[in-house]
C-alpha cells in the first residue's frame, strides 16, 4: 500500500539503491565488451597450414585473422612438441603404404641391371611373393630397409620444416630475417645426408642379394659416390624444386597454391629421374662389370652402350619407383601434417576460448556476490 508510511523509503535508502544498480549495470556492460572484444579479435595464432576458419563445435563460428604481431604468451603459442610427434607419425604411416611397391621396383632395377631378369618379369615375381606371405615380407629385411630410408627421410624433412615454421611464426617480428634460402639449403643437406646414408645401405643390401652373383663382394667408391649424387637429384626434386616451382607457378598462371603445389610435387621427382636413372644404372653398371680387362677408352663405349640400351626401362622404372615415393607420397603426408595441425590448432582455441569463457563467468559472479 502506497500510503502506508512503512513502505515509504528515506531519501538516503533510494540513492545507495539506485548507486548500487548502477554499479551492477556497469560491470555488467564492462564484462559483456570484454567477451565481444574477445570475439572480434580471436587472437589465436594461425598456422601455416590448409585450416579452415570455421569451427564445426559447439562454439559459435569466428573468423580468426592472422595476427599482426607474433605472441609469446604460452596460452597463444602451439605446442611444439605435438607438432612434432604428429611429424613423424605422418612420416611412417605414408612411408609404409608405398614402400612395398618401392621395394618391387628397386629389386627389378638391380635385376635388370645384373641381367637376371627383366623388369616386368621381376616385378611380377615379387608381388606374387608378397601377395603369398604378407606377413613375412613385412617382417623382411627387404622391406623394413626401404621403409627405414624414407621413414626417416619423411621425419627428417617434416621434423625440420615443422621447427623453422615454428620458429619463424612466434619470434619478434624485428628478428624475422632474409635466412630463407639458407635455411632451405640446411633442410636440403640435411635431408641428403640421411637419405643419402641410408639409401646407400640400401642399395648395398640390394645389389650383393639380387645383383649379379659374379660381382665384386665390396661396392666400390665410385659407385657409392654415383649413388649419393642420384640421391642429391631426388632430395633436392622431391622437397625443394616442388616449392620454388610452385611460385613459378602460381605468378605465371592462374592456379591457386594447392594446385600448383600438387603439379610440382608430381612433375619435379619425375623430371629429375631423366637424369637420376642413368646415374644410378651406371652406378650398377660399375659394381656388376668392373672392366678391368679393357682400357680406358674401350670401358666407355661398352658402358655407353650399356645405358642406351637400358635407359629407357630403367628410367620408366624409376619414375613408376618415385611417383608414388615422393610425388604421391609428397601429396599425402602434406595432407596428413595439414590435417594434424588443423586439430592441434581447433584444440587450442577451443581451450582458449573455454577459459576466457570461464573468467567472463568468474568476472560476473564475482559482481553479483560483491553487490
Known sequence: NPKNPKNKKKP??????????????????????????????????????????????????????????????????????????????????????????????????????AGTHGILQSSLNSVVNIARNPGNYVKSPMFLIMWGVYASTYCTVNCLKTIMEHRDHFKEPDALGSSNDAEKFGVFAATTAINSGASMLKDKFYATHFGNATAASTVPKITYGLWGLRDCMVIGSSFILPDLFCGVLTRNTEMDRKTALTVSQLSCPIAAQFIAGPVQLLGLDIYNRPLRNLSFGAAVKERLIFQRTNFTSIVGARI???????????????????????????????????????????????ATISI
Open 12 to 113: 538516503e535508502e533510494r540513492i545507495t539503491s539506485q548507486s548500487k544498480s548502477r554499479t551492477t549495470q556497469k560491470m555488467l556492460q564492462k564484462d559483456n565488451n570484454k567477451d565481444s572484444n574477445f570475439t572480434a579479435q580471436a587472437p589465436f595464432p594461425v598456422l601455416a597450414t590448409s585450416i579452415s576458419t570455421q569451427m564445426h563445435t559447439n562454439i559459435s563460428p569466428i573468423q580468426i585473422p592472422r595476427p599482426a604481431v607474433h605472441f609469446r604468451d604460452s596460452t597463444l603459442s602451439s605446442n611444439l612438441a605435438s607438432k612434432l610427434a604428429g611429424d613423424i607419425i605422418c612420416a611412417c604411416t605414408i612411408t609404409f603404404g608405398f614402400s612395398p611397391f618401392v621395394t618391387v621396383i628397386d629389386k627389378a632395377i638391380i635385376q635388370k641391371a
Open 320 to 366: 613408376a619407383r618415385i611417383a608414388p615415393a615422393y610425388g604421391i607420397g609428397g601429396i599425402g603426408n602434406t595432407y596428413l601434417r595439414d590435417k594434424w595441425k588443423d586439430q592441434l590448432l581447433r584444440k587450442e582455441m577451443q581451450r582458449n576460448w573455454q577459459s576466457k569463457s570461464q573468467l567472463t563467468m568468474g568476472s560476473a559472479r564475482r
